[in-house]
């Protein structure tokens, strides 16, 4: 079954303790991203990668951080977590530039909540 | 700048009724326009897509229209179930790629 995974998908956790969000999609997809969801504030891209060992910024990077070191896997990493990082994350994925618009395959999701 | 607009409020109908949900966009020119579905704590779901060329699109009962003029995107759900209620989220594209992502329109259908 073609799937973008998450883990975890619930994260309580406290300001300045690093944490990995894992993203991992079996669609051979070449482009990934990261979102964050707030109330009121919809969808914002926090980075994407259009293939290994590229990444770039979306609109929200600041604490944030990527990798891309396989097409599978685009883990997202909060090396200092702050409460106004508290939010609902999507992992997404696509398929690469020039086949077409960019329908996106999105992740279950994984709720952060820091203290 | 770029700016999407969906009903704010919450759409309430009844069983069997078509649902229209609007999305409207300003200082943008996008390629096509995406619609989302999307549940309570879960990611979106894509439903349809729709390029600038093309002024009407359908899948079993769901229709999208793409007006370039009027710079809006009608999306309607006919014969509608309790089970299409969900958020139902907008994203014009570019051939840049980046999505523009509305806020949504919360869809209730009530038995």
């Known amino acids: 079954e073609a799937q973008v995974t998450q883990n975890p998908r619930y994260l309580i956790t406290v300001t300045g303790k690093k944490l990995t969000v894992t993203c991992s999609q079996n669609?051979?997809?070449?482009?990934m991203s990261w979102y964050r969801q707030d109330p009121g504030l919809g969808l914002r891209q926090i980075y994407y990668s259009m293939n290994v060992e590229v990444t770039d910024k979306g609109d929200v990077p600041e604490g944030y951080k990527v990798s891309r070191k396989e097409k599978r896997n685009f883990p997202l990493i909060l090396e200092s977590p702050s409460p106004n990082q508290t939010s609902l994350y999507f992992c997404?994925?696509?398929?690469?530039?020039?086949?077409?618009?960019?329908?996106?395959?999105f992740g279950p999701g994984t709720r952060l909540t820091v203290l | 700048s770029q700016k999407i607009e969906q009903n704010s409020e919450a759409l309430n109908i009844q069983e069997g009724k078509t649902a229209t949900l609007t999305c409207n966009y300003t200082?943008?020119?996008?390629?096509?326009l995406q619609w989302y579905r999307q549940d309570p704590g879960r990611g979106p779901v894509f439903l349809l897509l729709?390029?600038?060329n093309e002024k009407e699109k359908r899948k079993e009962r769901l229709k999208v229209t793409f007006d370039t003029t009027l710079k809006q995107s009608l999306f309607h759900i006919t014969a509608s179930q309790p089970a299409d209620s969900a958020t139902y989220l907008c994203?014009?594209?570019?051939?840049?790629?980046?999505?523009?992502w509305g806020l949504g329109t919360s869809l209730a259908v009530n038995p």
């Open positions: 997404a994925s696509s398929s690469a530039p020039g086949r077409g618009p960019d329908t996106q395959y």
């Open positions: 200082n943008y020119s996008p390629a096509y």
């Open positions: 669609m051979n997809h070449e482009y």
């Open positions: 994203a014009p594209g570019g051939n840049n790629r980046k999505l523009i």
């Open positions: 729709i390029r600038e």
